[in-house]
């Protein structure tokens, strides 16, 4: 039985930028920000902070930083995946020097390896560091996906402790708790199925919504816990709209967007990401004001 990295709503966290690099006593405050909130773990350099962007030195200070700045206060998962093992391996092993908690590891994009080659490119990186993986499947964004059998096989590595599952499935998603248990720990990749997943044994999300609403987030998980369903399920359906919003174009250009409004320095987006459509900025803005959250 492997123990949960955290329960409840893990955020995959924005990066602010500046013209030239990251802008650290802003992603500073929004650190901060989300503890008060009551997140339960923060995620640097996944897919919401725009980490195929940055180079090599900007993704080691950015996970040395969060380390820093949460002071183990709630677990720091740091994003160490790549399409190239050797790099995977090496960012891996700087994140457990710095005191990372729990690793999140992409599968390999663009190459569209075989499920033997994932489960060699995983089995690598969990042999090279002692600290928690959680795997991260988006095909969506990858082009591949993580095959049952191979969830199979990579549950029985001690540092393979979860999964962030995001391929939108919940078929696939009940067949893969069907097939490990307790040997894999679900989360969420995705915001508009949190309870879904919680009542398929799931502890948890790992979450751009989280971003704009850590408090909401965080209750809707709790709820859950604590028996309430109904609350649970309410507040999944009640916040759709900011959901929809946060990803009606490519993810993370309405988050940060949302964020500078919310009145976060988030910075630009680092190119081929653009601004948003008018349409959809507006939508975004009436979501946040909606709940709440703009003024």
Do not use: W
């Not at 492997?2 to 602010?16: D, E, H, L, R, S």
């Not at 799931?202 to 751009?208: N, T, W």
């Amino acid at each position: 039985m492997k123990k949960p990295i955290f329960t409840g709503a893990g955020v995959a966290i924005i990066t602010p930028f500046t013209e030239d690099g990251i802008n650290f006593p802003e992603l500073g405050r929004i650190i901060e920000d989300q503890i008060k909130g009551g997140t339960d773990a923060i995620v640097i350099t996944g897919t919401s902070g725009e980490s195929a962007t940055m180079s090599d030195a900007e993704h080691r200070a950015a996970i040395k930083f969060a380390v820093e700045q949460v002071k183990g206060r709630i677990p720091v998962i740091a994003g160490t995946g790549s399409n190239e093992t050797s790099y995977a391996v090496a960012l891996s092993k700087y994140a457990e020097e710095v005191g990372a908690d729990a690793l999140l590891v992409v599968t390999p994009y663009y190459n569209k390896c075989t499920q033997k080659g994932l489960v060699a490119h995983y089995t690598a990186i969990a042999d090279a560091v002692n600290i928690p993986i959680v795997l991260y499947d988006v095909p969506s964004r990858t082009g591949v996906s993580i095959s049952t059998e191979s969830y199979v096989k990579l549950s029985k590595h001690p540092n393979i402790v979860a999964v962030k599952e995001a391929n939108g499935d919940l078929s696939k998603i009940l067949r893969l708790k069907a097939a490990v248990g307790d040997d894999l720990v679900l989360y969420s990749g995705n915001d508009d199925q949190i309870v879904p997943i919680l009542s398929l044994g799931g502890k948890g999300v790992i979450s751009v919504l989280s971003n704009v609403a850590p408090k909401e987030t965080h209750d809707m998980c709790q709820a859950f816990f604590d028996g309430d369903t109904e609350k649970a399920a309410k507040m999944q359906i009640e916040y759709a709209d900011l959901i929809d919003a946060l990803f009606c174009e490519v993810n993370p250009i309405p988050v940060k967007v949302a964020m500078r409004k919310l009145g976060y320095d988030a910075g630009p987006l680092r190119m081929p990401l653009c601004e948003m459509e008018p349409e959809h900025e507006a939508k975004l803005e009436a979501a946040l004001r909606n709940h709440g959250l703009l003024k």
